[in-house]
């Protein structure tokens, strides 16, 4: 007597069938990494490069604040009295003027750079 037995489907390459859980399983995952993928990691990049720009500025910013001091200190000590009683404000004007003529400058440069981009 020959005994037949029937042959248990195998689980090979793609025509692996999977069960309705499995599936469920692998679109939940399949969403979570890409959920990830373009929301976690680009926030992580633009936390690094927004930390890296806001420490740049403020140690810009503190930079020429010493140097504009530094100007009005040198105008106020260097001029030998020449510039005491009613002309004791002529360094503070120059200093102004210093500063925002650099800051001109600085305002010139950002729209330049964004003309540049506008125009690509």
């Given at each position: 007597m020959?005994?037949?037995q029937?042959?248990?489907?195998q689980r090979t390459g793609?025509?692996?069938?999977?069960?309705?859980?499995?599936?469920?399983?692998?679109?939940?995952?399949?969403?979570?990494?890409?959920?990830?993928?373009?929301?976690?990691d680009p926030l992580k990049a633009l936390g690094k490069f927004v930390g890296v720009g806001?420490?740049?500025?403020?140690?810009?910013?503190?930079?020429?604040?010493?140097?504009?001091?530094?100007l009005l200190r040198a105008l106020q000590t260097e001029t030998d009295g020449r510039l005491d009683g009613y002309l004791s404000v002529v360094p503070y004007i120059v200093t102004l003027v210093f500063v925002l003529i650099g800051a001109y400058l600085a305002a010139r440069a950002i729209n330049r750079t964004?003309?540049?981009?506008?125009?690509?």
């Amino acid at each position: 007597m020959a005994q037949t037995q029937e042959a248990a489907p195998q689980r090979t390459g793609r025509n692996a069938e999977k069960s309705t859980a499995d599936v469920i399983q692998d679109i939940w995952q399949l969403t979570k990494d890409y959920a990830r993928q373009e929301t976690v990691d680009p926030l992580k990049a633009l936390g690094k490069f927004v930390g890296v720009g806001l420490a740049g500025s403020v140690v810009l910013g503190l930079g020429l604040m010493f140097l504009a001091l530094s100007l009005l200190r040198a105008l106020q000590t260097e001029t030998d009295g020449r510039l005491d009683g009613y002309l004791s404000v002529v360094p503070y004007i120059v200093t102004l003027v210093f500063v925002l003529i650099g800051a001109y400058l600085a305002a010139r440069a950002i729209n330049r750079t964004r003309k540049k981009e506008s125009r690509s």
